[in-house]
């Protein structure tokens, strides 16, 4: 008897998490970037901050992309939600500030001009609702397509800013022998919804799309039949069965010279630098002939933080030390040079921390008009998930563009 | 189904009894036979053999090459993998099912006891309990218990684990430890209270230790849950300190970038306890797996 | 002894059956009656409308398609190829190889499912993957997407589930079998009974118990698979792999529908329910042959 107790008592202190440092403030700090490189990042600018501030302890606690979307949004609507945590921008961070537990920025950036004025312009809308700002840009990033420089100046091809020029590419890539010009990994349908997003943005009535994705439209415009029938026909030019090839799968098959494009997102530029021996660019996603949205908006939306304001004014304090340091100069640096992260902060990217093409990226996402958001992340998850799953089906043939429309046209009357 | 003797037999040496007989002969349907049990063990064997193979591979060689053999052993993948989280859900997966065994344990034999040991009134609904509980699986109630593991506050700790396991386990164990326990003679109890034992002594100075069998195949048999599950462990837990090796190995697969080779030779790392101990202690773990079906 | 003695003893399982067993299994008929979120406490009640959403809504009923492929095809192989299996390796032409077999076939029970469907995510690969690679091989042009098509993907993870689990059946046939006396065995023998006649008129009946055994658990089992099919498929591609399990988890965790979710689980109560209730008349009336 007293073995068990003995162990049960020694399994309840381990479980139950007690800091007991009376004068020390501990933020608990929640991210989504459990895995190497980004985790080191992270523990080692912590020990930085934690060195210049003892009287700060900072706790963290970390779950990889999905599971952090789920996670997050029931941590926020209870007291338990994390000091200091990560945030998508559009609807996912609109989810979040609707639980009310969201600390607005606006004093504190009027109280501190300078901190407002390092970061990227562009990069702040995301993080506003109803006027207020909720988050701190964090990173940035845009989806573009990779294309093979080699192969393109080989087959005398140039850089499409149409659709039909970009059909044209691909019918010439097969002509050239490159079967599948486009490699396509939509085994984890974020995948699909990066091309439908993009591809919705180009053709549907910007406001329409608005009103729709903010689920007080019932998605009737023919603009998405005709943006999912571009996607079914670029589809043609994909890879073979993409619904069972990952995206990273789809990635290798551009690196190791396979394919000759590949729809990427430019954070993903980091991992093509070692293996690559072909020089590459990218293009953002071509003009939609008669579409009616900004071709020059660039899908990919930056990533940032949040406070929150249930907790004590002490802890609150230090939380927003934290997010400074992190979002700094300094901060910004290491992040781009150690996990390849592009920083929003101005003057933390130089050819110090970034290669050539890490450069070039940066001047894509700076030059484009404004960030189009991630569709899995601007619209309710029932509509998301009606694109996505719709999408798969809509490749494989087994629906129409029709049908997946019926399908996001319920999941939004469903949600209203 | 109540299997008892059957389950108390372990699996012997195949045909030893049988073997003075003749038709030893191999007849076509028979070489059809084996030639089908041959290609059973190759599909079982070969992705088995594979996925040591690949755990040694460097990440181009899994991608350029999956066929092949590793050009060089790369056992770093190993220690990449331990020291990359694997570690982490190896302790965490010994201590969840650790703690699960011995709260289940404890608490079923408590139970089996008192049904075993005394009439009282309610023991007959006790029993239904039980009974009924065994039918019920995790899935089915999974909704209201996610909200009661966060109205009690555990969620995200390592009792959002060990507790629910335990609980959906009793049932089956309550019943295997009560049927032992109904074939210890009365005339040993009888003679300890002589001696002027407390009921609760009785428990521990009699009914465990003469149960030791039992209760090692109830050990075995929650050991195997404990250490694979996945609904519970996924939903209830979120922080990466807390995983164990089924969840935890998920992480591993992150969205855009996975060092396959690390992965591969996490998922050894992983498959091997289990491994292990079927191989020390294979009767006791048959007989254990027996027990499990026939009772559940 | 006081007269409080027995209920204190069974105090601690039943605390844990009551408040993490059965109180969930009567609330859940409570939440399918509401429509709530996850993050707010407020529950809306909408009476019967989440079971009305559910008949009318086609991911069901793809999901019990697949859930009816899932059992039909693990009973056959499971059950019944599982006994031939088991029969086969107690013949003494096979002793001498039989325990190596024994094991192998065993190994895959050992192995989680994280383990497998992680596994099984490079066998089914259509670029590098096991099968495709083989079958290429042998001269096939197109060979299947398998969890790329909506037509396969189930079928890839039934044909995974069967890799996982058939040893462990075939070892609980296995185990009966040779509880099974050697006379019975031997006087067939001597009658002039041939292998088949042994199996039918012997082994069969004999193993009818652990037959029905196996068979509840494995039709239990395909109602509520969840693991095989998340992990390897995720339900997709669309929701063409779905299960009912795995439709709950999405609607409750995905799609914040709590509500909606709870009525998947009654509607899979109710199904297990029935069956079980089915089974067992089916075994009873059967015993009194």
């Known amino acids: ?416 | 189904m109540q299997q008892t003797s059957m389950v108390n037999k372990t699996v012997r040496k195949p045909g030893k009894s049988k073997n003075m007989l003749p038709d030893r002969k191999m007849t076509p349907g028979m070489a059809i036979a084996c030639f089908f049990l041959l290609i059973y063990f190759l599909l079982i064997a070969y992705p088995i053999f594979w996925l040591i193979m690949n755990s040694l591979k460097t990440y181009k060689e899994i991608y350029k090459n999956i066929w092949a053999m590793p050009q060089v052993p790369q056992w770093m993948n190993y220690v990449n993998a331990w020291n990359r989280g694997v570690s982490r859900y190896f302790l965490n997966s010994v201590l969840v099912t650790g703690a699960t065994i011995v709260l289940t344990i404890f608490s079923a034999a408590l139970g089996s006891y008192s049904l075993a040991r005394f009439r009282f009134r309610g023991n007959q609904l006790v029993f239904m309990l039980c009974m009924g509980g065994m039918m019920l699986s995790p899935q089915v109630t999974l909704i209201p218990l996610y909200q009661i593991i966060r109205f009690l506050r555990i969620k995200n700790t390592y009792l959002a684990m060990i507790i629910p396991y335990s609980a959906y386990r009793i049932p089956m164990m309550i019943m295997l430890i009560r049927s032992f326990f109904l074939t210890i003679p009365k005339e040993m109890e009888e003679s300890a209270c002589l001696d002027g034992c407390s009921d609760f002594q009785i428990f521990v100075r009699i009914f465990l230790p003469m149960s030791k069998p039992i209760l090692l195949t109830c050990c075995i048999l929650i050991a195997y849950y404990a250490w694979n599950e996945f609904l519970f462990a996924m939903i209830f837990v979120d922080s990466e300190s807390l995983k164990t090796i089924p969840t935890g190995l998920m992480n591993l697969r992150d969205a855009l970038q996975t060092d396959w080779g690390t992965l591969l030779a996490g998922m050894t790392i992983s498959a091997l306890p289990l491994i292990i101990l079927f191989f020390c202690m294979q009767k006791h773990f048959i007989r254990g797996m027996t027990a499990g079906a026939v009772k559940g | ?289």
């Not at chain 1, 068990?4 to 403030?25: E, G, H, K, P, R």
């Not at chain 1, 549907?204 to 998405?224: I, K, N």
């Not at chain 1, 490749?395 to 019926?406: H, I």
């Open chain 1, 1 to 416: 008897m007293k073995k068990f107790a003995l162990i049960l008592a020694v399994v309840m202190c381990l479980s139950v998490c007690i800091s007991a440092f009376a004068d020390q403030v501990t933020v608990r700090f929640f991210h989504r970037w459990p895995n190497e490189p980004k985790l080191s990042y992270l523990n080692g600018l912590i020990a930085e901050f934690e060195a210049e501030n003892p009287d700060i302890k900072i706790v963290t606690d970390q779950v990889l992309n999905d599971a952090y979307k789920e996670k997050i949004r029931v941590l926020v609507s209870t007291d338990d939600i994390p000091d200091v945590f990560m945030s998508w921008s559009g609807s996912f961070a609109n989810n979040l500030v609707k639980s009310g537990r969201v600390q607005t920025w606006d004093d504190l950036l009027a109280a501190d001009p300078a901190f407002r004025d390092s970061i990227v312009e562009s990069q702040w809308p995301p993080f506003q609702i109803d006027g207020k700002q909720y988050g701190v840009p964090w990173s940035m990033d845009g989806k573009a397509f990779f294309y093979n420089k080699d192969v393109f100046a080989q087959l005398n091809l140039s850089v499409p800013t149409t659709l039909d020029e970009l059909y044209a590419v691909c019918d010439a890539l097969r002509a050239a022998g490159y079967e599948e010009p486009i490699s396509a990994g939509f085994s984890a349908p974020w995948a699909v919804s990066h091309y439908l997003g993009t591809i919705c943005q180009r053709v549907v009535d910007p406001e329409t799309l608005a009103r729709d994705y903010a689920g007080q439209g019932d998605f009737t415009d023919p603009g998405y039949i005709e943006a999912l029938n571009i996607f079914k026909k670029l589809g043609e030019y994909m890879t073979k069965d993409p619904n069972s090839v990952d995206h990273e799968f789809a990635r290798n098959a551009f690196i190791f010279g396979e394919a000759p494009m590949v729809y990427l997102q430019l954070g993903e530029c980091k991992y093509l630098r070692d293996d690559v021996d072909f020089d590459y660019s990218f293009f953002n996603f071509p003009a939609v002939e008669g579409g009616k949205g900004d071709p020059g908006q660039l899908t990919g939306a930056p990533e940032g933080m949040m406070i929150s304001n249930v907790a004590s004014p002490e802890v609150q304090e230090a939380a927003v030390k934290f997010v400074k340091f992190v979002i700094s100069q300094h901060g910004g640096y290491e992040m781009t040079k150690q996990t390849g992260e592009l920083s929003c902060v101005k003057g933390a990217l130089d050819e110090t921390n970034l290669d050539a093409k890490q450069l070039e990226a940066v001047q894509l996402i700076l030059n484009s008009t404004q960030p189009a958001l991630w569709q899995d992340n601007v619209t309710d998850a029932a509509i998301a998930d009606a694109f996505m799953a719709g999408g798969q089906l809509l490749l494989t043939g087994d629906k129409t563009a029709e049908d997946v429309m019926k399908d996001v046209q319920a999941a939004a009357a469903s949600i209203q």
């Open chain 3, 1 to 289: 002894m006081s007269k409080m003695t027995p209920y204190v003893y069974v105090l601690p399982c039943m605390l844990l059956l009551g408040i993490f067993v059965y109180i969930p299994l009567v609330a859940n008929f409570y939440y399918s009656l509401f429509s709530f979120s996850a993050l707010s406490p407020m529950k809306l009640f909408v009476g019967l409308q989440n079971f009305r959403t559910l008949f009318n809504d086609s991911v069901v009923g793809t999901a019990l398609i697949n859930n009816v492929w899932y059992c039909v095809i693990s009973v056959a192989v499971q059950v019944f190829l599982a006994l031939v299996i088991a029969a086969l390796l107690e013949d003494r032409l096979l002793s001498r190889v039989s325990t190596v077999l024994r094991t192998t076939y065993f190994l895959p029970v050992l192995i989680s499912m994280t383990v497998v469907a992680l596994l099984f995510s490079f066998v089914y690969h259509p670029k590098i993957g096991l099968i495709n690679a083989a079958l290429k091989a042998f001269g096939m042009k197109n060979p299947p997407a398998w969890t790329g098509d909506p037509k396969t993907a189930i079928f890839s993870s039934i044909i995974m589930s069967q890799w996982h689990s058939t040893g462990y059946t075939t070892m609980l046939f296995i185990v009966t079998i040779q509880g099974i006396s050697a006379d019975l065995y031997e006087a067939a023998e001597i009658d002039g009974a041939g292998r088949l006649q042994r199996f039918f008129h012997i082994t069969v009946p004999q193993v009818r118990e652990m037959m029905f055994v196996t068979m509840v658990t494995t039709i239990t089992g395909a109602f509520l698979v969840f693991n095989d099919v998340y992990i390897l498929t995720q339900g997709g591609p669309g929701n063409a792999s779905t299960t009912l399990a795995v439709y709950m988890y999405r609607n409750a965790f995905n799609l914040d529908k709590m509500g909606y979710a709870s009525a998947i689980a009654v509607l899979m109560l109710i199904i297990c329910m029935a069956l079980a209730l089915i089974q067992n008349k089916a075994f009873r009336s059967g015993k009194e042959d």
